[in-house]
């Protein structure tokens, strides 16, 4: 990059002292240079003043400084007949200090020098309005703080001058936190004012970039910081750690967050951030600050119905998204059938989605990631936040450690739906229950300027039964520890070990002899290493590696009573190996081309102690095509699968808030979601790949255009895409999936493709703020077969279970004043496909149905509209807290969208049902609060 220097300007009225001192001065050491003594002297780890010191009294000379700037120096030197200088030289290299000599009097300068002379033509009329190269020439500070700039930080010198150096630029880096509890400033812009240089600051808070020698005035920008301007002298690397904080006054709320023009400027094509504290005055089903239900509202991403579990972004299955929490992941972060995010929005700093370009170290899923972070505690003081809604309760408390070094932070969330079920009139419901409940703790160390340590444990649980005889359970339970090295400016790494755990059962009591537990267990371990090194201004490497092993008990069933006739039974347990290695490079090539370019390998091993059936070929697979049965040992490796996935992404700048982006990712995954539901269901089961069942692979283009305007305030996206799928798992009709140990006799294999069109206008700032987001999308699945039996209509493609053509989201926030405000949410978006009758026949004396082909209809389209008034307390600083009050009515116009369509036989005929989960609308009063 050809970075442009700042002009020096300096004032001619200092022009004639300037020079008489300079003249003076080297005059001065040239003289002095002529007679320096020679010198026999030992220091043994004592303060670099007691030094200066010993030579005075060595010595006829005398020191002038600053005791602060020798400040935690110590030396361990000897010199044997040395003159003077070339012992302060060596005193001072690892120093910011320089020094001149007049007579015996020796003046340290932090940082600056005495020039011997100026740059030719330094004080010549015509060259006072032009730009001086020799960025070495003295700097006054006065003559650049900009007229009417209130700035509460000196500047910063970063480096000692050296006027013989022959760099002209240096690399500057650090950390970003908040002021109020020391937490990372995540997706903080810092960019020159008067140059195009900028960086962004990462999940940790930390920074890197290159700039010019000499001054430099920075800026910091990001929706809810003050803002930051901070001049910067530089001469040589070093670090610049900065402490903001939270601007209390800006309260215009912005749903989706983006770093300032970052989504012109990043390579990345698809990305997302979602700002949890941006979502809160989103109108959402009963009141709950939900950050999934959030992202259902950007362009690509979608679900199969209200209520859904689980999310497809672009034509992928809900099974194809990485969802990471603190780095681990969670398998089912959704409560009550997906009604509810199991994830605490008070303890949540950020949700980063990925849709296309993902990071090369992300690996093990086709479509997306999810990576939510959760905050570090309050450093300073004891803090909290927590709301009252309909039928949830939510507590967050931040408590400090350590001043400014060590937290935790805890969070728990309740339901009493329990409590509201059996008190309603309807009587089916008295005996249903239906509750849950999260919780989350983090504790997070800086150990020391170089050293952290942060760890996390969660753990959720749901449980229901609504009109059954059945009671569901599921949990989620996590626990991660990481930490993070800095070798150097240029150089960090981090450590992450974990375990998730995911489990489910079903407790099923009825006055028949059939009474049962069923179980059902996956557990993930993992290890990884990244390692980040900013090489140069123009290459920024990453790279790493990760191992992750899986242990699933894919069921168990226990009779329940003496009297049940369930037998008990166990299908073997599973295990598999996924590792990886990663490596990408930030190449910027020039001022206008920016290339993210990464290549990962991953290697998959399913592991025994297994037996595996071998089948005939060219007939369908079932017990009686058995060919072999083969049996392995514990931990013996049964069947590897690997390949290399390639991410490559690029930016075009077509002018400075213009840019042109593209991309390409090959994504391959070893685990399987089977499951006959429309949408994710607790009682779904994820299933390794063996000796009969392949990874799933899928490439993905996409390119888009991005475009800023109005000082960076609206933000206008157009991205297209096409994935193509190989080896999609999918069902036969009337399959068989629990409790089978032959699972691969009821799955079929094939293919999927998915293409659309995405576009998104963003206001990020004013009374009126929001974004609309449409996307015209396709997503289809063709199972083709030799076997005539393993075809699903005829070999064609069909639309998969969430395949929406068109789909629209309207968020909007009109703010009245600092502490009314209003909000809307409208969506809309085309109906999804089901298989309906197309001819009825009688068998049995019983009206009988014929389908029509998979998928081949759709149920009526859906849209819904959700209106909220948000009233926020005063914001009195020194209040003991803070409270803010969400007036929600979801589905204004109380649509009756249907969830599902249905069909049965009742007394001999065939009736069709509809369901729906919201028809009516819901209004919510959530009361949150903040200390």
Same mark, same amino acid.
């Given at each position: 990059?050809?970075?442009?220097?700042?002009?020096?300007?300096?004032?001619?009225?200092?022009?004639?002292?300037?020079?008489?001192?300079?003249?003076?001065?080297?005059?001065?050491?040239?003289?002095?240079?002529?007679?320096?003594?020679?010198?026999?002297?030992?220091?043994?780890?004592?303060?670099?003043?007691?030094?200066?010191?010993?030579?005075?009294?060595?010595?006829?000379?005398?020191?002038?400084?600053?005791?602060?700037?020798?400040?935690?120096?110590?030396?361990?030197?000897?010199?044997?007949?040395?003159?003077?200088?070339?012992?302060?030289?060596?005193?001072?290299?690892?120093?910011?200090?320089?020094?001149?000599?007049?007579?015996?009097?020796?003046?340290?300068?932090?940082?600056?020098?005495?020039?011997?002379?100026?740059?030719?033509?330094?004080?010549?009329?015509?060259?006072?309005?032009?730009?001086?190269?020799?960025?070495?020439?003295?700097?006054?500070?006065?003559?650049?703080?900009?007229?009417?700039?209130?700035?509460?930080?000196?500047?910063?010198?970063?480096?000692?001058?050296?006027?013989?150096?022959?760099?002209?630029?240096?690399?500057?880096?650090?950390?970003?936190?908040?002021?109020?509890?020391?937490?990372?400033?995540?997706?903080?812009?810092?960019?020159?004012?008067?140059?195009?240089?900028?960086?962004?600051?990462?999940?940790?808070?930390?920074?890197?970039?290159?700039?010019?020698?000499?001054?430099?005035?920075?800026?910091?920008?990001?929706?809810?910081?003050?803002?930051?301007?901070?001049?910067?002298?530089?001469?040589?690397?070093?670090?610049?750690?900065?402490?903001?904080?939270?601007?209390?006054?800006?309260?215009?709320?912005?749903?989706?967050?983006?770093?300032?023009?970052?989504?012109?400027?990043?390579?990345?094509?698809?990305?997302?951030?979602?700002?949890?504290?941006?979502?809160?005055?989103?109108?959402?089903?009963?009141?709950?600050?939900?950050?999934?239900?959030?992202?259902?509202?950007?362009?690509?991403?979608?679900?199969?119905?209200?209520?859904?579990?689980?999310?497809?972004?672009?034509?992928?299955?809900?099974?194809?998204?990485?969802?990471?929490?603190?780095?681990?992941?969670?398998?089912?972060?959704?409560?009550?059938?997906?009604?509810?995010?199991?994830?605490?929005?008070?303890?949540?700093?950020?949700?980063?989605?990925?849709?296309?370009?993902?990071?090369?170290?992300?690996?093990?899923?086709?479509?997306?990631?999810?990576?939510?972070?959760?905050?570090?505690?309050?450093?300073?003081?004891?803090?909290?936040?927590?709301?009252?809604?309909?039928?949830?309760?939510?507590?967050?408390?931040?408590?400090?450690?350590?001043?400014?070094?060590?937290?935790?932070?805890?969070?728990?969330?309740?339901?009493?739906?329990?409590?509201?079920?059996?008190?309603?009139?309807?009587?089916?419901?008295?005996?249903?229950?239906?509750?849950?409940?999260?919780?989350?703790?983090?504790?997070?160390?800086?150990?020391?300027?170089?050293?952290?340590?942060?760890?996390?444990?969660?753990?959720?649980?749901?449980?229901?039964?609504?009109?059954?005889?059945?009671?569901?359970?599921?949990?989620?339970?996590?626990?991660?520890?990481?930490?993070?090295?800095?070798?150097?400016?240029?150089?960090?790494?981090?450590?992450?070990?974990?375990?998730?755990?995911?489990?489910?059962?079903?407790?099923?009591?009825?006055?028949?002899?059939?009474?049962? @537990?069923?179980?059902?267990?996956?557990?993930?371990?993992?290890?990884?290493?990244?390692?980040?090194?900013?090489?140069?201004?123009?290459?920024?490497?990453?790279?790493?590696?990760?191992?992750?092993?899986?242990?699933?008990?894919?069921?168990?069933?226990?009779?329940?009573?003496?009297?049940?006739?369930?037998?008990?039974?166990?299908?073997?347990?599973?295990?598999?190996?996924?590792?990886?290695?990663?490596?990408?490079?930030?190449?910027?090539?020039?001022?206008?081309?920016?290339?993210?370019?990464?290549?990962?390998?991953?290697?998959?091993?399913?592991?025994?102690?297994?037996?595996?059936?071998?089948?005939?070929?060219?007939?369908?697979?079932?017990?009686?095509?058995?060919?072999?049965?083969?049996?392995?040992?514990?931990?013996?490796?049964?069947?590897?699968?690997?390949? =290399?996935?390639?991410?490559?992404?690029?930016?075009?700048?077509?002018?400075?808030?213009?840019?042109?982006?593209?991309?390409?990712?090959?994504?391959?995954?070893?685990?399987?979601?089977?499951?006959?539901?429309?949408?994710?269901?607790?009682?779904?089961?994820?299933?390794?790949? @063996?000796?009969?069942?392949?990874?799933?692979?899928?490439?993905?283009?996409?390119?888009?255009?991005?475009?800023?305007?109005?000082?960076?305030?609206?933000?206008?996206?157009?991205?297209?895409?096409?994935?193509?799928?190989?080896?999609?798992? @999918?069902?036969?009709?009337?399959?068989?999936?629990?409790?089978?140990?032959?699972?691969?006799?009821?799955?079929?294999?094939?293919?999927?493709?998915?293409?659309?069109?995405?576009?998104?206008?963003?206001?990020?700032?004013?009374?009126?703020?929001?974004?609309?987001?449409?996307?015209?999308?396709?997503?289809?699945?063709?199972?083709?077969?030799?076997?005539?039996?393993?075809?699903?209509?005829?070999?064609? =493609?069909?639309?998969?279970?969430?395949?929406?053509?068109?789909?629209?989201?309207?968020?909007?926030?009109?703010?009245?004043?600092?502490?009314?405000?209003?909000?809307?949410?409208?969506?809309?978006?085309?109906?999804?496909?089901?298989?309906?009758?197309?001819?009825?026949?009688?068998?049995?004396?019983?009206?009988?149905?014929?389908?029509?082909?998979?998928?081949?209809?759709?149920?009526?389209?859906?849209?819904?509209?959700?209106?909220?008034?948000?009233?926020?307390?005063?914001?009195?600083?020194?209040?003991?807290?803070?409270?803010?009050?969400?007036?929600?009515?979801?589905?204004?116009?109380?649509?009756?969208?249907?969830?599902?369509?249905?069909?049965?036989?009742?007394?001999?005929?065939?009736?069709?049902?509809?369901?729906?989960?919201?028809?009516?609308?819901?209004?919510?009063?959530?009361?949150?609060?903040?200390?």
């Amino acid at each position: 990059m050809q970075i442009k220097p700042t002009a020096i300007v300096v004032k001619r009225r200092m022009k004639k002292n300037l020079l008489m001192f300079i003249a003076l001065f080297g005059f001065i050491c040239v003289m002095q240079g002529q007679n320096e003594r020679i010198i026999t002297i030992a220091f043994d780890n004592i303060p670099l003043k007691d030094a200066l010191l010993k030579l005075e009294d060595k010595t006829n000379y005398f020191f002038y400084f600053e005791e602060v700037w020798l400040k935690d120096h110590r030396v361990t030197k000897n010199y044997n007949n040395r003159k003077i200088r070339a012992i302060l030289n060596e005193l001072f290299e690892e120093t910011s200090l320089n020094y001149f000599i007049k007579d015996n009097r020796i003046i340290l300068l932090n940082n600056a020098i005495v020039l011997e002379q100026l740059p030719f033509d330094f004080f010549d009329e015509g060259n006072l309005k032009e730009e001086i190269q020799d960025r070495s020439a003295p700097i006054f500070q006065e003559e650049f703080l900009p007229k009417g700039t209130n700035r509460k930080r000196g500047p910063i010198t970063i480096g000692k001058q050296n006027p013989n150096t022959r760099d002209k630029e240096f690399t500057i880096s650090g950390r970003v936190t908040n002021m109020n509890n020391n937490e990372p400033v995540q997706n903080l812009s810092i960019f020159t004012i008067d140059r195009e240089i900028y960086t962004n600051t990462d999940s940790d808070g930390f920074y890197s970039f290159k700039l010019p020698q000499g001054l430099n005035r920075l800026e910091t920008n990001l929706l809810g910081y003050e803002k930051v301007y901070q001049d910067l002298i530089i001469y040589g690397n070093g670090a610049m750690n900065l402490e903001i904080s939270e601007d209390v006054e800006v309260l215009d709320e912005v749903v989706v967050e983006s770093k300032k023009n970052a989504n012109v400027r990043d390579a990345v094509v698809g990305a997302s951030i979602i700002n949890v504290e941006g979502i809160k005055t989103i109108p959402l089903v009963l009141g709950e600050r939900d950050m999934l239900k959030a992202a259902l509202t950007l362009p690509g991403i979608k679900t199969a119905g209200e209520g859904s579990g689980g999310l497809n972004v672009r034509g992928g299955r809900a099974d194809q998204n990485l969802m990471l929490l603190d780095d681990i992941v969670i398998y089912n972060p959704t409560h009550f059938l997906g009604l509810f995010s199991a994830i605490n929005p008070f303890t949540t700093q950020s949700l980063e989605i990925y849709k296309a370009s993902i990071p090369a170290e992300y690996g093990g899923r086709l479509s997306s990631v999810f990576d939510i972070e959760t905050k570090i505690g309050n450093t300073e003081k004891i803090s909290g936040e927590g709301s009252i809604g309909p039928i949830t309760a939510n507590l967050a408390l931040e408590v400090p450690l350590i001043k400014k070094k060590a937290s935790i932070i805890a969070g728990f969330r309740a339901t009493y739906a329990d409590y509201i079920l059996k008190n309603l009139d309807e009587e089916s419901l008295n005996n249903s229950e239906a509750s849950f409940y999260d919780g989350i703790v983090k504790y997070s160390h800086d150990v020391n300027e170089n050293n952290s340590v942060q760890s996390t444990i969660y753990y959720s649980k749901d449980k229901f039964s609504i009109t059954s005889d059945s009671v569901f359970g599921y949990s989620n339970g996590l626990v991660s520890l990481k930490w993070n090295h800095k070798f150097s400016e240029k150089s960090r790494a981090s450590i992450i070990v974990g375990n998730s755990r995911y489990q489910y059962d079903i407790l099923y009591k009825a006055e028949a002899n059939n009474d049962f @537990d069923f179980g059902y267990v996956l557990n993930e371990s993992l290890f990884k290493v990244n390692l980040y090194n900013a090489l140069s201004n123009k290459h920024k490497l990453s790279y790493g590696l990760s191992s992750k092993l899986y242990v699933s008990d894919p069921g168990t069933i226990k009779p329940i009573g003496s009297d049940s006739n369930v037998q008990q039974r166990k299908i073997d347990r599973e295990k598999g190996l996924e590792s990886a290695l990663y490596i990408s490079d930030l190449f910027e090539v020039d001022d206008k081309l920016l290339l993210d370019i990464g290549l990962r390998y991953s290697l998959f091993a399913g592991l025994g102690e297994a037996s595996q059936n071998v089948y005939v070929e060219g007939v369908p697979k079932s017990e009686g095509s058995i060919a072999e049965v083969r049996n392995y040992g514990n931990n013996e490796v049964i069947k590897t699968h690997g390949g =290399f996935e390639y991410r490559i992404s690029g930016r075009y700048l077509l002018d400075k808030d213009l840019s042109l982006k593209a991309g390409f990712n090959r994504t391959l995954q070893y685990l399987h979601l089977l499951t006959t539901n429309t949408t994710m269901s607790p009682t779904d089961i994820w299933k390794l790949s @063996d000796l009969n069942i392949k990874p799933q692979r899928a490439d993905q283009y996409s390119i888009g255009i991005f475009k800023n305007i109005v000082e960076n305030d609206l933000e206008f996206s157009l991205e297209g895409y096409y994935k193509k799928m190989h080896d999609l798992l @999918d069902y036969k009709i009337g399959a068989q999936l629990i409790l089978n140990d032959a699972l691969e006799t009821e799955l079929l294999q094939g293919q999927g493709k998915a293409y659309g069109v995405e576009a998104l206008i963003k206001k990020t700032a004013g009374r009126f703020n929001g974004y609309l987001g449409y996307s015209y999308s396709r997503a289809l699945i063709k199972l083709n077969s030799a076997i005539q039996q393993e075809q699903v209509n005829n070999g064609d =493609f069909f639309p998969a279970n969430f395949d929406k053509p068109h789909d629209l989201s309207l968020i909007g926030n009109y703010r009245f004043n600092k502490r009314i405000s209003a909000s809307a949410n409208f969506v809309y978006q085309t109906g999804r496909p089901i298989t309906y009758p197309v001819g009825k026949f009688i068998y049995a004396n019983e009206e009988q149905v014929l389908y029509s082909d998979r998928n081949q209809f759709r149920i009526p389209d859906y849209y819904r509209l959700d209106l909220g008034i948000n009233i926020e307390g005063n914001h009195k600083k020194k209040k003991i807290g803070h409270s803010f009050v969400n007036i929600s009515v979801y589905n204004v116009l109380g649509r009756n969208n249907p969830y599902s369509v249905f069909f049965v036989n009742e007394e001999g005929r065939i009736k069709a049902f509809k369901t729906s989960i919201f028809s009516i609308p819901v209004p919510t009063i959530t009361y949150n609060f903040k200390f």
